[in-house]
Structures are given as structure tokens and as C-alpha cells.
């Protein structure tokens, strides 16, 4: 749902649900995610709703995804780092191996 | 300017402990760390600058600057604060404030750095956490598509981004033209910018508007308005607003007098102005009052910044709103507190130091209470009369559960929490707590100030669970949640994972 | 000011109040409930919503019975509630553990089950002991650090937040006349019963029950009863929500049917602040992660305090005045579990006038005995 003014520069390339990502190193990844036309970021715990970004400043939690298998991180104050594996999620946390 | 990257790399003890690194942090920490006192800035964010001058520290002004001269103004508070002799934890989050337990001893801080937990003790902790949008609850406000219009000011501050497609801002208040003038010259797609605002609040600010023409942000204000009407269809008297789509937002609809209309869109960006972020200091027991002009619970503070519990300090939006360059300055004057609180410096020369700051204060406070009342939210945009309409976006409770509770006489927003998990999710209450204390206040016809609103508790931020527990075990604790006490031979365990 | 006599006064709109009105309100008496403020200590929000009797009652033979009793009885006021309020408060009565980190604690609460077993002539609960491979036997994914566990068929829980609120539905739809933010300052024995003198006014109740948690303390001595409490804080963690994986519960760590997880608990003996002591966050979390080392990864979202309603000796209290007649008290710290007693069994008892001889153990004479010794 964003678009850059600029071109990237100084990539960082990483992946979001299997789908390979570009963004400017420094960026944070939400933004970056925005930017790469990812609209939704998860599917809410109690009523399995699409979700996005609403406030990009840690106030909201919408923007929870997992980072490298950790999941539910704010991906708004985090930096967009080379090899991040990042993916969408579905209702609440997983505890147990298998579940999904 | 010391980075701090790893939780081990922090001092066991600081003077003076500054939480957000946006202008008041900033400038707190410059003044401390002049006087000699050891000091940690803590902030969430990769890089200072908080939300206003997000990034600054980052890019390079360019020649087709959309930012304007009121954000590269921020270098001129974040280059000193790069250079001040200071702790700097960035990307670190704070869950918990505990004040002195007597007069003479030190707060302590939870936080996490790097995946690591970490408690550190200050003499005094200022509290410069800034403010966040006023949540602005419409039908359809939890879609993809639907963002804050600060939101999209920081991809814009950030990564140098706008919206995508037809856009639509919705809401009241300055920042709302503000977003649209930068978004209009970065070239975004603005099909209308939507004034919710309360056209009876004009004839309320009127008595306040002789103080505003003196204030240094007439002439901006009055200019961005008519920058904006000039590109852009602004529609005021806005009633009724909901966004629908499926999977993400498709339209919007709005209605002004009989009038309804609905317009496609791919963003839509909510804002209805910003209220001071008051859970750490809720936490830590401060005394939290109504500002009825602002239309927000802010801490207590005196002159100083000093809040109702010794040790504890707060400035900028954070303890009331006031802008930028206001909370510079009070950055600077709860660091001139702070430092005379402890002796650092002489009440003498934080007289002399104080005199000009408290004037500047007082100039940029002028013309406030205009804006306040002016920019007002709407009634219908505070508590929002659609059953439907998702309140606590993170329990997904809506309007008409929450009429239900509060028609049981519940006696304040704590026992409704209780009763609906309304607030209870991690954002802990940010996006619903005002318009739960509105939707009382209105459903029992008294004022917000009689109602109150959620009391928080540590931890105000999600912490993770090993976390804590590879956190230093006290006798004592593990006396009152085991009933025994440790041996003395043998320490209590870390997890064994 | 005085207002025309009200049938049935209850002070205090918590969990025991609450019961207590709903309870009295089915037996068809006209019920008003004054409750206190939002931030007053709240026991009822601060609980662990167990329905518990493993444990419970250790030289106390009449409260390990009283226990086992409720929790017999939950099934029976979870149905009247869902009846009342189509509210489901999610009684799960899978059977509990208490998971031990030494062998020291497990032989400790080893001795403390067969003692209560003997001392009630073994109508005590049943339970097992079990060793570190049975308690993984049976849970696999709890940690090696537990070196056993006790388990008691007999334990569960509920949904406690949704508890209160069917009971407060309950009591609307029930006609019970509730109001809050009505402190009550001063209880005066009139002729005809009592004068209840707050801020607010002045009310006038045939027969009041007196259900304010640690308030009950200076209530009683108005009316001629006797309620003395200990200090006795408490501290809860609670996760995000996370899909099942524990369908039994435990007495310091349990997932509630929305998917958080509650962790506990602590006792603080020394201290009125009601902020929680992030060094007792500290302990909890190790604790539950040693036990539970799936949840590392899990975020705590909110953690509480609470001051628990113990008595001196941590038993109920239930008693009618006798210099007062028709005021009655009513004291615990297990409002959960004991919820099903104090609305199917005391509150009918309070509305025909009388305390049964079954009730006897929980007089506050036991006080004044142990004083005088």
C-alpha cells in the first residue's frame, strides 16, 4: 500500500511467506513489508480478521508477524535485516511442535 | 554518544534515566549530560528523533524536501544529542517503572535489549514518552488499507513512502492538513480529505483565538490550509464515516447533512488528533488528571516536570500536549529539575538556567487552548453510536458489548475491562482506553473526569516469559511464591530449556 | 433522606457479594447490592479462577470438605447461570496438578494431602502422587525440571471474568437493585434493622449481609460480628493467547478457555501496595518455565496484584450476629470455588433467616478462642 519516492539504494533482501522481499537497508519492517505491497500482515486472534499496520509506531500491535520461527514481533520497531525470514500469522500463538 | 546494543553493556546505575528519545528526551538528555550526570536514553525505535523527527538522524535534506523546515529542524536537537556523553539504547523497550521505595533510593527499570531482559537503577527517570494518535473508531477502521495519518507521515519520514492509489484522509486537527500538504507535494493521490471536526467548537475557540494570532503557528496553520484547499477536495461537517472492503479497504463512505457519498479508495488515514501516552506513568502510581480542553488523561506535573512520585520526571506530549518545540523545552526544564532535585547542580544556577526556558515555555503554550478547543473531535468520532463498530481492536470487543456492560452499572473502565476483556489484549488498553471513558461518560451524562480510566500495570509493553525468567532472583521473591527460602548453598536455577 | 425499608441489603458487589445477592434474588427476595469504586481492592479481578480443593483444608477438616463440596456442586450453578444469562463461564473440571521443582516441596504436599485424607476420615478428594516420567506420561511436554507432581481429578476451573459478569447479568435480570460507587461509612442497629450512612445517603435494610472483602474487618465490629483479616498480596502473570495445550489445569499455571495463560502465584505478607514487584515477576516466570518450557517464547501481556480476603486463620467466615440478628457475614479468599456453596447452600440459608449447624466451623468464635489461649 505504499510506494517509494526513491530507489533503493543499499538493499537488504529477505522473505515474507515464502516471497522475496527488497528494502532499503535501515528501514524498519513493517514499512519495508508495506512497501513491497504486502497488505496483510496476519489474521487477528479472536475473530480471524485480515490486519495490517494501523499506527507504524508500536502503539497498535496489528503489525505482528514471526521473524526467524519468534513469533508475534512488532515488525514497526524492528530493522529490515538480509537472510529475515518473515511470515504471516494466523490467530493466536502456537506452543506446541506441530501445530500450526 | 555511547550505543548501547546488547542489555549487558548497561551500567548496573544512571543520575538520571530518560524514556523516548523524540525532542524532549533529546534535549533532556543534552541538558543532563552538560551538568555531568550519567545518563540512559532509552527508545524503541532504531534511531532518535521520536515520532516528529523520526529519522532524522537518517537521511540527508534533499532538494525536493515534502518535509519542510519544521522537521529539519530536528537536527538541531538530534545532532547535540549525538554528541552529548550519554548511554543511547535504541530498539529498546521498557516494560516497567518502579519509583523509590524511600526518599533517598532509586527507581528501577525493566527493559529489554536485544532479546535480553534487564533491570537498571536511576536517582530520577524522565518520563518523555510522547503522545500517539487518538484512536478514531469507525465502522471498518481494523481493515488493511486503513492506517493513522501519523502512520503514514512516518513512511513517508521513514522510508521516504506514500500511499498507493486513491486516498482518503479522514478526522480533524492540524496534522491531519499537514500529512496532506507533504503528501499532496510527494505526489500521493489525495481524492478528499474528510473534516470531521464539530463546526460548533469554532464559536467555543473564539475566546482563545486573540491569544492564538500571537502564536508562532498562526501563520503556518492558516497557510496549510489554504495550501491544501487549493489541491485537494476538503469536505467539512462530516457526520457519519465507514470504510468497507473485504479483505482490505474498497470505499468510504461518509455523509454531510442529508447528504451521503461514497468514494473509492486504497488508503485511507484516520486521525482525530493526539493524546499525551500515559502507561508508564499510570503504572508507576502517578497521579493522572483530565485535561478537558485537550480531551485526554495527562500525568500530574508541577513546574518543573517533577509527577506526583519523587524521583519520577515528565515532559513534552507526554505530560500534555504542546508540540515539538514546546516539549524541547520542557525536555530541558525537567533536566534542570532533575539535576537540582540531586544536587548535580546548584538551586541557584537552576534558577538562572530555568528563568528563559519557563518563557519560551509560556510563548509556546499561547494560542494552545485555541487549537484544543477548536479541533475538538465530534462527538460521534469519540463515542461511536454503531453497535457494530469494533472498540478493542485487539479482543475485538464492539460498541454495542461494551453499552451492554456499562448499562449493568459497572463503576469505572477497570470492572468493565473485567467484565468484556476490553483493553486486555497486548496493546494493553492504547487503542480503546479513550473511547471507553467516553462511551461511559456519555451513556451516564458526566464528565470523562468523573469516569477515569484503566489502571495499568507493569508490564506496559509484552515481555517475553524467558525473559523474566533469566532475570537475578531475590530471597525475598522466591520467599513469596514458594513459601520457603533458598538455600544459601545453592542458587535458585535458570530455566533448564 | 431515610428511604422506605429495603428487604435485603449486600454489601459489596465482588464475587462473594455478588453470589450471595444472585443466590438470595432466586430465592425471591427484593436484593440491593452497594458496591464500591472502580479502583478499590478487588479481589474479584485479581483471581486465578480455580475451582480447587487439592491442598485445601490442612487441619481444617470441615474446609476440605466445605471445598470438595462446591466444586461437586459448580456444574449445577454453572447451569443455573447459563439458564439465567445464556452466559457459558466455561467450567472445565479436567482434574489438577500442582507440579513440584524439588522432591522437598512434593513430600511436603504429599504430607499435606494424606493429613487432610485422615483428618476427614477419608472423604477427602482423591488424588495421586506421581513421579517425574508419570507426570510426563501423562504431559508429555512439561519440563525435566519437575520432579513430580500431585494430581486431583476433582480440580478445575472457570472462566472467572465471565463468572462475575453472568453474575452481575444475573442479578439485572433478577430485579436486584445494584449500584456502585455507594461506600458505605457507617452500619447503625435500628429497631426495625439497620441504617446503612454513606456519601451517597442513607438506606434502611431489614437484614443486611455484610460482603466487602477486606472492608469486612470494620463493617463487622458495627453489628456486633467479628471478621479479622491478614495481609496476604498476590501476583498473577498472563501471556498472549496461544492455541490449547494443557486441557487440565494447575494450581500456578492454567490456560484459560480464550488461550492466555495465567501464571501464579505469590504471597506478600508485609505490604498494602497494590503495583506488582517485577522481582515476584521474576520468580513466577521461572518457575513457569522450568515447568513449562514451551511457553519461553510466550509474550506477558498484563500481570496483576491483588490483596487476597484471608482471615487470620485463612478459613471462611459465615455467621449471623447475635446481638444483631439479620446482619450476616460472609468472608473467604476462594470466591471461585466456592461460588457454588455460597449460592446454592448460604444464600438460601440467609433468606430463611438462619445459619445451618453444618456452618458452625466457620463462626468467628474460633477467634476469640485462639486469643484467650
Known amino acids: 500500500m505504499l510506494r517509494r519516492l526513491c530507489e533503493i539504494t543499499d538493499p537488504v533482501r529477505f522473505s515474507f511467506d515464502n516471497r522475496p522481499i527488497t528494502a532499503e537497508r ?54 529490515a535485516r538480509d537472510g529475515m525470514v518473515v511470515e504471516s500469522r494466523r490467530g493466536g500463538r502456537q506452543v506446541l511442535q506441530g501445530q500450526s | 554518544m555511547r550505543r548501547i546494543t546488547v542489555a549487558a553493556e548497561l551500567a548496573d546505575h544512571y543520575d538520571i534515566a530518560i524514556i523516548g528519545a523524540g525532542p524532549a528526551g533529546m534535549s533532556a538528555a543534552v541538558e543532563a549530560s552538560l551538568a555531568g550526570a550519567t545518563v540512559l536514553v532509552v527508545d524503541e525505535n532504531t534511531a532518535p528523533g521520536g515520532q516528529i523527527y523520526r529519522a532524522v538522524t537518517r537521511h540527508s535534506r534533499g532538494h525536493d524536501d515534502v518535509l519542510g523546515a519544521d522537521y529539519w529542524k530536528g537536527a538541531s536537537i538530534a545532532d547535540p544529542f549525538m554528541a552529548a556523553t550519554i548511554d543511547f539504547a535504541s530498539s529498546t523497550t521498557v516494560w516497567s517503572l518502579d519509583p523509590a521505595e524511600e526518599p533517598s533510593a532509586h527507581a528501577t527499570i525493566g527493559l529489554t535489549l536485544a532479546g535480553s531482559a534487564r533491570r537498571v537503577e536511576a536517582r530520577a527517570v524522565i518520563l518523555a514518552t510522547g503522545a500517539m494518535e487518538r484512536p478514531m473508531p469507525v465502522p471498518g477502521w481494523t481493515l488493511p488499507g486503513v492506517m493513522t495519518a501519523g502512520a503514514a507521515q512516518i513512511a513517508l519520514k521513514s522510508i521516504a513512502a506514500i500511499p498507493e492509489g486513491p486516498t482518503v484522509l479522514a478526522g480533524c486537527g492540524p496534522l491531519l492538513y499537514l500529512l496532506a500538504s507533504q503528501l499532496l507535494k510527494a505526489g500521493a493521490d489525495i481524492t478528499a480529505v474528510l473534516d470531521t471536526a464539530d463546526a460548533g467548537q469554532r464559536l467555543r475557540a473564539l475566546p482563545h483565538l486573540p491569544a492564538f494570532l500571537g502564536s508562532p503557528y498562526f501563520a503556518k496553520g492558516l497557510r496549510l490550509l489554504v495550501d491544501v484547499r487549493r489541491q485537494t477536495r476538503v469536505i467539512s461537517g462530516i457526520t457519519d464515516l465507514a470504510i468497507d472492503g473485504d479483505a ?133 468520532f469519540l463515542s461511536p453510536p454503531d453497535d457494530a463498530t469494533i472498540i478493542c481492536r485487539c479482543e475485538e470487543v464492539r460498541a454495542g458489548q461494551l453499552r451492554q456492560v456499562i448499562e449493568l452499572g459497572v463503576p469505572g473502565p477497570n470492572q468493565l475491562k473485567t467484565f468484556i476483556r476490553c483493553g486486555m489484549g497486548p496493546c494493553q488498553g492504547r487503542l480503546c482506553a479513550s473511547t471507553v471513558t467516553e462511551m461511559m461518560a456519555e451513556q451516564r451524562g458526566v464528565s470523562p473526569a468523573e469516569i477515569g480510566t484503566y489502571r495499568l500495570r507493569a508490564p506496559i509493553k509484552p515481555v517475553r516469559l524467558s525473559e523474566l525468567a533469566a532475570l537475578p532472583q531475590t530471597e525475598d521473591a522466591v520467599f513469596a511464591v514458594t513459601g520457603r527460602r533458598p538455600e544459601p548453598s545453592t542458587n535458585p536455577k535458570g530455566p533448564n530449556l | 433522606m431515610t428511604a422506605s425499608s429495603i428487604d435485603m441489603v449486600v454489601i459489596g458487589g465482588g464475587l462473594v457479594g455478588s453470589t450471595l445477592a444472585w443466590g438470595l434474588a432466586r430465592a425471591g427476595l427484593q436484593v440491593t447490592v452497594l458496591d464500591g469504586t472502580d479502583l478499590d481492592p478487588r479481589a474479584s479481578r485479581a483471581n486465578f479462577a480455580l475451582v480447587w480443593v487439592q491442598g485445601k483444608g490442612v487441619g481444617a477438616p470441615a474446609y476440605a470438605l466445605w471445598s470438595k463440596a462446591s466444586a461437586e456442586r459448580w456444574p449445577q450453578l454453572a447451569a443455573a447461570l447459563f439458564d439465567d444469562t445464556g452466559i457459558d463461564v466455561s467450567l472445565n473440571q479436567n482434574g489438577g496438578f500442582s507440579f513440584a521443582l524439588d522432591q ?19 472423604r477427602a478428594a482423591p488424588f495421586a502422587v506421581l513421579n517425574g516420567t508419570e507426570t510426563r506420561e501423562r504431559l508429555p511436554f512439561v519440563g525435566r525440571d519437575v520432579v513430580g507432581s500431585i494430581y486431583s481429578p476433582l480440580d478445575g476451573h472457570v472462566n472467572a471474568l465471565r463468572l462475575y459478569r453472568a453474575l452481575h447479568t444475573g442479578m439485572k435480570q433478577r430485579g436486584v437493585d445494584y449500584r456502585a460507587g455507594y461506600a458505605v461509612e457507617r452500619i447503625e442497629p435500628v429497631s426495625d434493622g439497620f441504617r446503612l450512612i454513606g456519601p451517597k445517603g442513607v438506606l434502611v435494610a431489614k ?47 492454567r490456560q484459560t478457555d480464550e488461550g492466555g495463560v495465567m501464571i501464579g502465584d505469590s504471597e506478600e505478607t508485609h505490604t498494602s501496595a497494590h503495583a506488582t514487584n517485577q522481582d515476584i515477576s521474576a520468580v513466577l516466570a521461572n518457575r513457569a518455565v522450568r515447568t513449562f518450557p514451551l511457553l519461553g517464547d510466550l509474550n506477558i501481556v498484563r500481570s496483576w496484584t491483588g490483596q487476597r480476603v484471608k482471615s487470620l486463620d485463612g478459613l471462611p467466615i459465615y455467621e449471623q450476629s447475635t446481638t444483631h440478628p439479620g446482619a450476616f457475614v460472609a468472608v473467604c479468599h476462594s470466591g471461585v470455588t466456592l461460588a457454588a456453596n455460597h449460592a446454592l447452600v448460604v444464600a438460601p440459608q440467609i433468606a430463611a433467616g438462619a445459619l445451618s449447624h453444618g456452618l458452625s466451623a466457620f463462626g468467628s468464635q474460633r477467634f476469640h478462642a485462639s486469643q484467650t489461649v
Open chain 3, 104 to 122: 522437598d516441596e512434593l513430600d511436603t504436599w504429599q504430607a499435606e494431602m494424606q493429613a487432610i485424607v485422615r483428618e476427614t476420615n477419608g
Open chain 3, 207 to 253: 437484614r443486611i449481609v455484610l460482603a466487602a472483602g477486606l472492608d469486612n474487618t470494620r463493617l463487622a465490629e458495627m453489628v456486633g460480628l467479628h471478621a479479622p483479616m491478614k495481609r496476604s498480596k498476590g501476583q498473577i502473570l498472563v501471556t498472549e493467547k496461544c492455541a490449547p495445550f494443557f486441557d487440565h489445569t494447575s494450581a500456578t499455571l
Open chain 2, 248 to 380: 482490505h479497504a474498497q470505499s468510504v463512505t461518509f455523509r454531510r447533512g442529508r447528504r451521503s457519498e461514497t468514494l473509492p479508495v486504497r488508503t485511507v488515514l484516520l486521525h482525530q488528533g493526539v493524546i499525551p501516552s500515559i502507561n508508564l506513568a499510570s503504572s508507576a502510581d502517578c497521579a493522572i488528571r483530565w485535561n478537558e480542553h485537550q480531551r485526554a488523561f495527562q500525568p500530574e506535573i508541577d513546574h518543573l516536570g517533577r509527577l506526583s512520585v519523587p524521583g519520577l520526571f515528565a515532559a513534552g506530549d507526554g505530560a500534555g500536549i504542546g508540540g515539538a518545540d514546546h516539549a524541547a523545552v520542557e525536555g530541558r526544564i525537567a533536566a534542570l529539575g532533575a539535576l537540582s532535585d540531586l544536587g548535580l547542580i546548584t538551586q541557584g544556577e537552576a534558577e538562572t538556567r530555568l528563568a528563559p526556558l519557563k518563557q519560551e515555555r509560556r510563548r509556546y503554550r499561547r494560542g494552545r487552548a485555541f487549537l484544543d478547543i477548536l479541533y475538538r473531535p465530534a462527538q460521534q
Open chain 1, 26 to 79: 535501515g528501514d524498519t519492517l513493517a514499512a519495508a513489508l508495506l512497501a513491497s505491497g504486502v497488505e496483510t500482515f496476519r489474521h487477528s486472534v479472536v475473530g480471524d480478521q485480515p490486519r495490517a499496520p494501523y499506527c507504524l509506531m508500536g502503539v497498535c500491535f496489528e503489525c505482528l508477524v514471526t521473524v526467524d520461527g519468534v513469533q508475534n514481533q512488532q515488525s514497526c520497531l524492528m530493522e
